[in-house]
């Protein structure tokens, strides 16, 4: 995995935010942690060396406008959704409007682990296919796992 790229958690409940952090720096994968979608809006810019992990019920902007404004700056932004209070419909309209994955409370440190590292990786590849096209994150295709991805960052030697 890269080690450039990091974690950025929003949660309100400092308990389960020192959890997810917890749970993520044991494995060596770099996190951040903020309270709220604000925060979350101030960190994220343009070129954000990262995912985002947003609980959905937030104080101000709820996660769902979170999800949608961070796919409006970075349409290839992994963003994983987390609600104690989800339903598939939710969760249907997540996944529809650009969400990476959905994560039901309580969920297992190893679940978190896995969906983070395996965005990450998705993310690693997308900044790769970034440097390699010279194009704006913006314009990077959704799938930049994909084999014409791979293909095309091996091109370059990326």
Do not use: W
Not at 23 to 28: F, M, R, V, Y
Not at 57 to 67: A, F, T, V, Y
Not at 91 to 114: C, H, I, N, T, W
Not at 120 to 128: F, T
């Amino acid at each position: 995995m890269n080690n450039d790229l990091s974690v950025l958690i929003v949660e309100d409940d400092p308990h389960v935010l020192l959890g997810c952090q917890q749970a993520l720096t044991l494995e060596d994968i770099p996190c951040v942690g903020v309270g709220s979608a604000e925060e979350a809006l101030e960190r994220v810019g343009e070129n954000f060396a990262g995912i985002v992990i947003s609980d959905i019920r937030l104080p101000g902007i709820d996660g769902l406008e979170l999800l949608t404004r961070l796919k409006a700056r970075d349409r290839s932004l992994p963003v994983v959704l987390i609600t104690g209070h989800g339903d598939i419909s939710m969760a249907v309209g997540a996944m529809q409007k650009g969400a990476y994955d959905f994560m039901e409370k309580p969920f297992s440190p190893e679940r978190l682990v896995d969906v983070a590292r395996r965005a990450l990786e998705q993310r690693s590849l997308a900044r790769k296919f970034h440097r390699c096209a010279g194009n704006s994150p913006s314009v990077i295709p959704s799938k930049a796992g994909s084999s014409a991805a791979r293909l095309r960052c091996r091109t370059c030697g990326t």
